[in-house]
């Protein structure tokens, strides 16, 4: 049985990743299954910073196919080079969208999304997969989330 996962929801953002990345790690570290891992992750995402939709799309044969996520309803899947997801993969690397109308090709799975992060995970130098958030504000990332995710990704990684 999981425990809850504890963070100060009044701290700046760089302090709750730093209160939320070791209690991911332990969450996910010692459970096998990466598919009960990305959803709890999501959902810790989802509670700690009230992003519209995060989740994760997993690269399968030649596309990009949805994993475990929190939030509404999301495309099934994306073509690498193809929306913020498939650059992402494309380029192994994150990328941070202040606002999704000016990103050339977007795909706008859902028209509240305003603002996106997408992160690459990579395992053995190759993109396995993508860690995608959403919000329903412009600007709603920066560096600070950039640096923290990107860490969680490798966390996410080593258990792939």
Not at 99 to 123: M, R, T
Not at 125 to 145: C, H
Request: contains cysteine; charged residues 25%; proline residues 4%.
């Amino acid at each position: 049985m999981a425990e809850s996962i504890l963070f100060d929801k009044n701290a700046t953002r760089a302090k709750q990743y730093e209160q939320l990345l070791p209690q991911i790690k332990a969450l996910i570290e010692f459970e096998t299954d990466r598919i009960a891992n990305l959803a709890n992750v999501a959902a810790v995402l989802k509670e700690a910073f009230y992003f519209l939709w995060v989740g994760f799309y997993e690269f399968k044969s030649d596309e990009l196919v949805l994993g475990p996520f929190q939030g509404p309803l999301a495309c099934t899947r994306i073509k690498p080079g193809k929306g913020v997801c498939g650059k992402s993969f494309e380029e192994a690397k994150t990328i941070v969208v202040p606002n999704v109308d000016e990103f050339p090709g977007h795909i706008a799975c859902s028209s509240l999304s305003k603002s996106e992060i997408v992160v690459p995970i990579i395992k053995n130098g190759e993109v396995v997969a993508v860690l995608d958030a959403d919000s329903d504000t412009l600007n709603n990332f920066d560096k600070i989330d950039q640096q923290y995710l990107e860490q969680l990704a490798q966390i996410i990684a080593m258990q792939w």
